[in-house]
C-alpha cells in the first residue's frame, strides 16, 4: 500500500479566501456568519449564513465565465488555484496531467444555481442553453479538469454533506492501492437561492438568530437552535509519498484512514449507531487507537437532534476516553457548507499538525447534559498533536470518517 500525502490545500471560505486567512480567523474565534442581506430573503424565517469573505468575482472571473459557471464551480477554481500552484502540478517535474484525477464533493449548488432558471421559464416562459452546463453537480470538478487539463479519472461524489469526506476518502483509496499518484479532491457547495434556502427553512432546521448572526450557530450548547448554511469550497492535493518524494515536493501531513458506513434508519434523523462506525472503520483502517488522536474534528452542526447524536456516538467509540479528547466543531465561524465542510476540516486538521493548535467551538454558552465533551470552548488550545479524527455525517445516513496525521518520513 502507497502512503498518501497531502502537496497542496486551497479554501474559499466565510472566513477567507486564502489558506492563512482562513486558519489565522479560525483560531482566533471569529465569525463569518452575516445577514442576507438581499430582498428575496427578507421575508424568511432565517436569514443568516455563511458567505465568502474576501471574493470579488470580476477579480477571478470576466462576465462570460461568470455567466458559465455557477457559485459553486467558481470557488471550486479559487480554492484549486491555491492548491494546483502549492503542490506545483502544473508546471512541476514528473506530473503527467493525463493521471492526475479530479474527484469533488458537491451536492447542492446545483439546485441554487438552477433557480434563477427556472424562475425564468415557469413566470416568463423562457430558457437558457446555459442551464445545464451551469447548474449540473458535476460542473465544478468538470471545471477544475479543463482549467488544468487534468484527464485522470473525473467524477462529483454527492452524499450531501459527507460528499467531501467520501470524494478525500475515494481519493486515498485510489492512490493507496496504486491506481494513480495524484488527485485534487475535496468539495464546492452553495446555496443561496431564495428556492433552496426556503426549503430548508420550511425543514426548520435553521437557526433563526437573525438579530445576532456571528453568534447565531452555537454547537453542543444548550441553547442551540439550529445549523446555519454556508457557502465554501476546499481543495487538497492528494499524493502517493513516492511521487511527492520523487517530485521534492514538500508534504503537509497525510491521510492514513478512512471509513464509510450508512445508517439505513431515516433520512433526517441520525442515530449513534452508524457514526460510531464509521469513526470505527476509520481508526482501524489508520491502525490507531482513541489514545492516539488528538482531538476530533465533529460534524457538529449546531442542531439538537445531531449534537447529542454525535456525543453519543463519540462515547462509543472512545469510551471513557471521551471525556479526555477535545471535540471540536467549526461550523459556529463558518457554517454549514454542505457538500464543502469536511474539506474545510481536513485543510483546518492539517494546519493544526502543522502548528500543534486546536481551533476553538465558538459561541457555546450553556452547558448540555446530553453533550458533556470537551468542546473547546475558551479559545484555541496549545497541544501535542499527531493525529485527527474528521467526522461527515449527511442527510440520508451517509456517515464518514477520516483520520489525518503528522507526515514523518521513513528511517533510512
Known sequence: MERVVVTGIG?????????????????????????????????????????????????HFDAKAVRRMSRSSQMALVAADQAVSQADLVNGRR??????????????????????????????????????????????????????????PLMTVDAACASSAHSIGYSFNLIRTGMLDVAVT????????????????????????NDDPAGACRPFSADRDGMVLAEAAGVLVLESERSALLRGQPI????????????????????????????????????????????????????????????????LVFGERAWGTPVVSL?????????????????????SLRDQVVPPTINYHTA??????????SGFRRRPVERILTNAFAFGGSNAALVLARYEPRPN
Open 186 to 209: 475535496g468539495g464546492a457547495d452553495s446555496p443561496f437561492a431564495p428556492g433552496v434556502v426556503a426549503a430548508w427553512c420550511a425543514l426548520r432546521a435553521l437557526s433563526e438568530r
Open 368 to 377: 448540555d447534559p446530553e453533550c458533556d465533551l470537551d468542546y473547546v470552548t
Open 95 to 152: 506530473i503527467d496531467r493525463r493521471d492526475v484525477a479530479v474527484i469533488i464533493g458537491s451536492s447542492i449548488g446545483g439546485f441554487a444555481a438552477s433557480d434563477e432558471f427556472f424562475k425564468s421559464y415557469y413566470l416568463r416562459g423562457t430558457s437558457s442553453p446555459f442551464v445545464i452546463p451551469v447548474s449540473m453537480n458535476p460542473a465544478p470538478s468538470s471545471n477544475v479538469s479543463i482549467r488544468y487539463g487534468f484527464q485522470g
Open 252 to 315: 503537509l501531513g497525510e491521510i492514513i484512514g478512512y471509513g464509510a458506513t450508512g445508517d439505513s434508519h431515516h433520512l433526517t434523523q441520525p442515530q449513534p449507531d452508524g457514526p460510531a462506525r464509521a469513526m470505527e472503520r476509520a481508526l482501524r483502517d489508520a491502525q490507531t487507537e482513541p489514545d492516539r488522536v488528538g482531538w476530533i474534528n465533529a460534524h457538529g452542526t449546531g442542531t439538537d437532534w445531531n449534537d447529542k447524536t454525535e456525543t453519543k456516538a463519540i462515547k
Open 11 to 59: 479554501v474559499a471560505s466565510p472566513l477567507g479566501c486564502t489558506v492563512e486567512a482562513f486558519w489565522e480567523n479560525l483560531t482566533a474565534g471569529r465569525s463569518g456568519i452575516v445577514g442576507l442581506a438581499e430582498a428575496d430573503f427578507a421575508s424568511m424565517r432565517s436569514r443568516i449564513g455563511g458567505r465568502l469573505a474576501g471574493y470579488v468575482e470580476g477579480e
Open 331 to 351: 461550523k459556529g465561524a463558518l457554517g454549514h457548507a454542505i457538500a464543502a465542510s469536511a474539506a474545510l476540516q481536513c485543510i483546518a486538521g492539517l494546519l
